[in-house]
């Protein structure tokens, strides 16, 4: 097997090996427990040194040998274990697994937790009882277990809390979710011995919303009804001569002048690591570090919907295996697919095939110049390598891709679909202002918000930047000759100025979207220059979303863990130890243990001319609509990362034209 980059994804020898050193370090300690195992990935350490080491110098000998970050818990203690562990065998000599306890924490759940939440809340008598009460076999009853989230004392993580989302579905065919059964409130506990329900209150049939009638159709095809569609004629992305770019078993991947390590977590699911155009360094990390999806109706069960669905559960851990003969990727086209080696709960590895697609894509019309004069006309199509993996969580599903263009942009892209997390209206109810009827039979879906963070750890020709705001505004605002002169003008002032203003601290850092001045930030380097003397730099240029913020009070619950959505931009000083902007365990984690952007960013750290790391809030107001039911088009938010002052000229006027194959029809 070829030594693996520094870099890579744990294979599933490294994380047994981890797994193994990490148990024999804690019964070292004389604990009895068995330990579960919540994360296992590699552990990533780099100082701002070695950084600068490994994208300045190609010195990577410090990152070496590698090493696991492990968190595990001793259920039976009430215990989470943190630490890290060697991925080679004791007789490597490698140094021993190191382990912690750290107190009042709750870590995000894997998927065994909510098989056992699901049997436990359906084998529960009383449950059973308020079924038949209404009429409803138990067995038809579905269970969507969510996380309590942090509300009160109640909440407090000594205990590991869920909740149930229950609905009903009597045939498999049947769309999930369209038939909500409400009234019941319950919480269980997996930590106690053995796992119990801990709370339980059933309204009662006459109280509760009735469940609604399954609506016509069905989620799954309908042979039928595609029938009577006009037909599509198959249209296909081929690549006669193969791809364009090279994916290594280590996970290094090479494209034009692209090249970066394509890394994987429970956490994250895919990022890119070591990005590099031509050589020079443009981002040691760029990754999809959170998602928080609050909901806006205050009615149980619907007030306690605020997922984190990173830190809850894990954009990695939910990760789709892609079928390549499917929908999941477009028709014919060439793709390479990369597996990602997760820990299941018992320590072993559990390995989700095809979870990382590797493709490229026609990006449309790169650039085109017709001489007016001649008719000469010159054309380039764009085209894109697509990194993506799709995950879903509970009710949706989620696309995440990176895409690299020709013209040296970086497109971060999240696409949402799925079906609605949807609730039944009482008999007296047409409609709720709080979001969409859905039906004349009482279906309902609640207004809410998706936020995605992106944690961009820039080097822009190094590791050694700022951040510079830049938003343009009417000439007048500065008072100087320029603005005197533009003000004289007897036509009217159309000048237009930008306005510049370098982020000093963290607090200054903390940033809004303006999208009617054309905000966007700008990372730039702390001594090279360009041909016209100015700092190279990269844009983060904003997309739809990107000014996006909390429809909620101050005094929301979830903003008490969830504080880093109040602004769209934070701009921190690098801190290996700064992974995720609600802190390590935002699950239960209460206003007694303040954690994330908030709290770091209080120290108010300089972060001119040195390692920076940028936090970019985003994301998606959804208004339900009709023709969101009963499944979801895919709806498309994202930024992009450009060159801006990074080249001397157009780093595209050297790509050749590709001609296009295929027989041209006229209509």
Known sequence: MAALHALSPLTPPELAEAVAAFCRAYRARGAPGELVFFDVSLLERASSADKRAALENGEWQPLLPRRAAVIAGDPAARLVLVGDAPTQPPSASPAPASLRVEPLVQPPWPAEEYAIAEKLVLEYPPLREACIARGIDPAHVRVDPWCVG?????????????TPMLFVQEKPEDALYCRPLEGIRMRFDLWSTPPAVVEFRDLGPTSAPPIPPLPPGSLFPDPEAEARRPPLRPLRAVQPEGVSFTLGADSQLAWQRWEAVVGFSAREGAFLHAVKYDGRPVAWRLSFCEMVVPYGDPAHPHYQKA????????????????????CDCAPGASAAFLDATLAARDGSANVISNAVCVHEEDGGLLWKHTDWRTGEAHARRNRKLVVMFVCTIANYTYAFSYK????????????????????????????????????????????????????LDMAVDGVDNRVVEVESELAGSVGDAWDLAAA??????????RRKSVLQSELHARRTGLPQKGRHWLVENSTRRNVV??????????????????????????????????????????????????????????????????LWTSNDRPIVDTDV???????????????????????????????????????????????????????
């Not at 679909?417 to 039979?441: C, F, N, V, Y």
């Not at 279906?443 to 992106?454: E, G, S």
């Not at 499944?631 to 780093?651: D, I, Q, T, W």
């Open 533 to 598: 003397g100015e700092r190279t730099a990269w844009r983060l240029e904003p997309g739809a979303g990107s000014s996006l913020l909390p429809l909620c009070d101050t005094s929301a619950k979830y903003l008490l863990r969830a504080s880093f959505l109040q602004h769209n931009l934070w701009v921190t000083a690098y801190s290996a130890a700064e992974r995720y902007p609600g802190g390590d365990f935002p699950n239960q984690r209460g206003p007694d243990r303040p954690d994330g952007l908030e």
């Open 307 to 326: 997922a984190f669905d990173a830190g809850e559960d894990g954009l990695g851990r939910n990760t789709n295996s892609l079928q390549p003969q499917g």
């Open 404 to 455: 690299l263009g020709l013209d040296g942009a970086i497109e971060m892209e999240a696409t949402l679909t799925g079906i609605l997390s949807m609730g039944a209206l009482h008999e007296h109810e047409k409609s709720r202002p709080w979001g969409q009827t859905l039906s004349t039979d009482g279906l309902y879906a609640p207004d809410h918000q998706h936020f995605f963070v992106a944690r």
């Open 488 to 497: 004289a003008d007897p036509h009217g002032s159309v000048a237009v100025r």
């Open 150 to 162: 942090w509300h009160g004392k109640e909440d407090d993580p000594t205990r590991r809390l869920g």
């Open 613 to 667: 790391v940028l936090w970019h809030v985003f994301g998606v107001q959804h208004a339900v609509r009709l023709e969101d039911f009963p499944v979801m088009p895919c709806e498309h938010v994202g930024f992009v990362l450009k060159p801006n002052g990074f080249f001397g000229y157009s780093p595209c006027v050297d790509v050749p034209c590709v001609a296009c194959d295929g027989a041209r029809s006229k209509l």
